[in-house]
């Protein structure tokens, strides 16, 4: 089955740290171009990060810059987030979402989204 | 960064009704860099739309999209009860890509 599947939410002091994970299975992992995609509570969908299919191309929304990065490792068929210095503002539900397109093209809308981890930062 | 506002917020409509969903960008899309997603509650978001009205894979010939420069709808030609759901608009055109609010479309 063609899925995503997120991980590593959870409840976490502001300034603290946490990593999520998406799990992809059912397609070629490493010809996709990915990106994090997050939605904060009664709010709407938010661009996180981009990561291209090669890793030669990153982006982050000026939200995250400097406190979140985002990688990928083919051989596990994972993206990861490393999020630093988090903020009450980061509580969210965190989606890993493929790009439609694959190989060197990107699209910029996503065809395949995970069901979301949630990230809640409170003292 | 284009910001997106969707309108209504809710739409209170009946199986069978026609629903038209809008979505309002604060400045001009452009190349018709636009798209639609579904979600359900609990449920990962589903792409509907691409490039204003193309239908992505399996989406049912009752939901068509259209519009440019800053003005875009999603039209469901007759709601079924699995059409009730949150549905957003997305444009992909200027850096950064960006989402609107999200209308919710609830069973009268």
């Known amino acids: 089955e063609v899925q995503l599947v997120e991980s590593g939410g959870d409840l976490v002091q502001p300034g603290g740290s946490l990593r999520l994970s998406c799990a992809a299975s059912g397609f070629t992992f490493s010809s996709y171009s990915m990106n994090w995609v997050r939605q904060a509570p009664g709010k709407g969908l938010e661009w996180v990060s981009f990561?291209?299919?090669?890793?030669?191309?990153?982006y982050y929304a000026d939200s995250v810059k400097g406190r979140f990065t985002i990688s990928r490792d083919s051989a596990k068929n994972s993206l990861y987030l490393q999020m630093d210095s988090l903020r009450d503002e980061d509580t969210a539900v965190y989606y890993c979402?493929?790009?439609?397109?694959?190989?060197?093209?990107?699209?910029?809308?996503?065809?395949?989204w995970g069901r979301g981890t949630q990230v809640t930062v409170s003292s | 960064e284009i910001v997106l506002t969707q309108s209504p917020g809710t739409l209170s409509l009946s199986p069978g009704d026609r629903a038209t969903l809008s979505c309002r960008a604060s400045q001009s899309v452009s190349s018709s860099y636009f798209a639609w997603y579904q979600q359900k509650p609990g449920q990962a978001p589903r792409l509907l739309i691409f490039g204003v009205s193309s239908r992505a894979t399996g989406i049912p010939d009752r939901f068509s999209g259209s519009g440019s420069g800053t003005d875009f709808t999603l039209t469901i030609s007759r709601l079924e009860p699995e059409d009730f759901a949150v549905y957003y608009c997305?444009?992909?055109?200027?850096?950064?890509?960006?989402f609107g609010g999200g209308t919710k479309v609830e069973i009268k």
């Open positions: 990561i291209s299919s090669s890793r030669n191309a990153i």
């Open positions: 997305q444009q992909y055109g200027s850096s950064p890509l960006t």
């Open positions: 979402a493929r790009d439609i397109a694959h190989g060197d093209s990107v699209r910029w809308f996503f065809d395949l």
